[in-house]
């Protein structure tokens, strides 16, 4: 029985996304919200009909890396170019301020002999940034393509090299990591390696497009390369699989059926693997370890991580000569959180700087996040239409 228990439980967890994702819509709000919702109510923290496992947490990954890799395929370089050393900028203030507030805030609370390593470690969480949902918003919303959606796209994936970057300096000030050189070069040499096999992979594709144009073993052989970047990305060069997949995107996006190949991935992608990573998110919501002053940590946490992106990111564009309107929407897209502040969390976790208990804050952190950010662009967008 329990051998083919994930079959309910994939039944429970699309249901209840569709049904909830069309409710958001129903209300106003964007679909992926009622999906988050949906995970939830039927995972541990409520209902407790559906519990995560090692299958949903997979099935999960592949839903945002094909995310990002049809955020990839949708980018247009001409505009990436042009955003290119301000997506940089922005990208460095949303990781320096909300690092800098959140050491300041774990001291306020937990201060004390030994405790700043810990408190820089706190603010590395809170700079990660995960734009599958906010790029999952921009999508629905028909933004994803403008100047400001390839600037929050552009800066979140920086945002991530530089994340990885302090992540392992504070790890390896711990003195348990000896290899932070290292890792910091591997991860300079991905993006070396993926551009200079970009134009070989470039010229292979719009061999096969030319030859069979609207056939569907040019999609399948996108997505086996999306795939193959992303393993390579993680397990080798010690960066995020969820950039590689972004890249593999970047790499295609120029093909005359890039389009037609987005439309491919993404109906697998609607239909299942996307559903399954937004109620994940839910899934691993749990409050059963919180206290009055990690509750309050919590809180905390929360708001000074979303002003923290804000006020960096926005601030920065807006000296980037953008618009202030603009420049609000691309602080609101910078502030979710996910699987890269689980994954940094994690390692946190083996290195000894981080308890358990701290994975509440964490969730808390992702959870609201992925709620609040499409719904407040989403708003601006509706009051400020802007490319």
């Not at 945002?64 to 050393?85: C, H, N, P, S, Y």
């Not at 940089?88 to 805030?105: D, E, N, S, Y």
Request: aromatic letters at 10%.
């Amino acid at each position: 029985m329990d051998s083919v228990r994930f079959l309910l439980d994939l039944a429970i967890l699309l249901f209840a996304a569709k049904a909830f994702g069309i409710l958001a819509r129903r209300v106003g709000a964007p679909e992926v919200v009622g999906e988050i919702v949906a995970g939830l109510l039927v995972g541990p923290a409520v209902l407790g009909l559906v519990d995560q496992s090692d299958f949903l947490s997979q099935m999960a990954e592949v839903g945002v890396i094909m995310l990002m890799f049809e955020a990839g395929l949708g980018t247009d370089l001409k505009k990436l170019r042009q955003t290119g050393w301000k997506a940089t900028l922005i990208a460095c203030a949303g990781v320096f301020v909300p690092m800098a507030l959140g050491t300041a805030l774990f001291l306020c609370f937990y201060g004390g002999p030994g405790q700043l390593l810990k408190g820089l470690f706190i603010g590395t969480i809170m700079s990660a940034t995960s734009v599958s949902i906010t790029v999952a918003a921009l999508k629905e919303l028909g933004k994803l393509d403008g100047v400001v959606g390839t600037t929050i796209t552009s800066a979140a994936i920086i945002d991530d090299v530089i994340g990885i970057i302090v992540l392992t300096v504070v790890i390896g000030m711990t003195g348990n990591s000896s290899g932070s050189a290292l890792v910091i070069g591997k991860a300079a040499l991905f993006f070396v390696v993926a551009i200079g096999s970009g134009f070989v992979v470039y010229k292979v594709f719009s061999w096969l497009d030319a030859h069979y144009t609207h056939t569907r073993r040019v999609p399948i052989a996108s997505l086996c390369y999306c795939l193959a970047l992303a393993y390579l990305a993680e397990t080798y060069f010690g960066i995020a699989d969820i950039t590689g997949a972004y890249v593999a995107g970047v790499v295609l996006c120029n093909l005359s059926d890039a389009g037609y190949i987005e439309r491919r991935v993404d109906i697998s992608s609607y239909m299942v693997f996307a559903p399954l990573f937004f109620t994940g998110i839910g899934l691993k919501t749990s409050f059963s370890s919180v206290d009055a002053k990690l509750l309050a940590f919590s809180v905390c946490f929360v708001i000074v991580s979303l002003l923290g992106k804000v006020i960096g990111c926005g601030l920065c564009a807006r000296a980037c000569r953008f618009s202030g309107r603009d420049s609000l929407k691309i602080g609101l897209g910078m502030m979710t959180r996910g699987e890269v502040a689980l994954i940094t969390a994690q390692k946190g976790l083996s290195a000894g700087l981080l308890t358990a208990d701290f994975f509440t804050s964490v969730i808390l952190l992702i959870l609201v996040s992925s709620i609040v950010t499409p719904i407040l662009l989403k708003r601006e967008y509706t009051k400020y239409p802007t490319d």
